[in-house]
């Protein structure tokens, strides 16, 4: 007759922790990932939130790297499908280059020409403009500010969008210039 035991013994037949023949590298291996895990997180809660989302967007791209590698290294998953999934860090980077065209036409578009019979990317005619400065509606559009703005509203537009279009950060010269000089035509107003 079997007993409950018995049958518990056959269904595991693995190695037994503190058994003399048991293989401890399991409960080694999952110390050392508990401690990792805790050092990550500690480091996790001292990081401001931009960093945050910056960490979580990497974090996210290693797991699915190292999840899509494991995949196609035990034959679940084919190597074109591999492929994508290592794309999507630059993917990322394609969507700030595409973001950054399109802030770059806005620019561009809120009077960033000098002649006067020159046509925006939507069939309008740009206004004409007597000089190379470009007036407070122009500085307004490119700033993405309303028409009240205070001080402190143009500084924090200017400060978020030179960030996005600084040289150093993928953006180009002609763009940073057309931002420092709205926040500069836009400060002088409020004098």
Known sequence: MWRIGSVCR??????????????????????????????????WARLDPAEKRKGLFWGMAVAVGALCTLLVVTGRLHVIGGLLAALVPFAHRGWRAFQLWLLWRRIRNAGGSTDTGQERDNGQQAPPTNSGRMDPEQAR?????PADAGRDEIVKAHRRLIQKVHPDHGGSDELAARVNEAKEVLLKTLR
């Open 141 to 145: 559009d490119v700033l993405n500010v």
């Open 10 to 43: 056959v269904v595991y037949s693995g190695p037994r922790y503190g058994h003399k023949n048991g293989n401890p590298m399991h409960l080694i291996l999952g110390l050392a990932l508990t401690v990792l895990l805790f050092l990550l997180l500690r480091q």
